[in-house]
Nanobody
């Protein structure tokens, strides 16, 4: 089992940057695929990025490709989301999530495929 705590959200102007962090408890962090999801008011939750167990494979939604970077440090039980060139449409609550995986499937982008979630952190981008 793993517990997740996000940090790093806030208010930023369009074009700015934020770095979200997710600290995980448990000694088996490296066994989990990790994802960052976001949900804006009135919109469905979407996976914006995911990283494989080793960090060797990454996934990005088209809406953030080239602007966001996901990374993980298994020695420190952390996963980060570096967000650059932020846009007002990036405004949402961002969630860190972990999954033990579904066989060899990659990437896992459905929220239902993740069993562990953080509490979320608000990101607001002003125009």
């Amino acid at each position: 089992q793993v517990q997740l705590v996000e940090s790093g959200g806030g208010l930023v102007q369009a074009g700015g940057s934020l770095r979200l962090s997710c600290a995980a408890s448990g000694r088996t962090f490296s066994s989990y695929q990790m994802g960052w999801f976001r949900q804006a008011p009135g919109k469905e939750r979407e996976c914006v990025a995911a990283v494989s167990w080793s960090g060797g494979s990454t996934y990005y939604a088209d809406s953030v490709k080239g602007r966001f970077t996901i990374s993980r440090d298994n020695a420190k039980n952390t996963v980060h989301l570096q967000m650059n060139s932020l846009k007002p449409e990036d405004t949402a609550v961002y969630y860190c999530a972990a999954t033990i995986g579904v066989g060899s499937r990659w990437p896992l982008t459905g929220g239902y495929e993740y069993g562990y979630w953080g509490q979320g952190t608000q990101v607001t981008v002003s125009s």
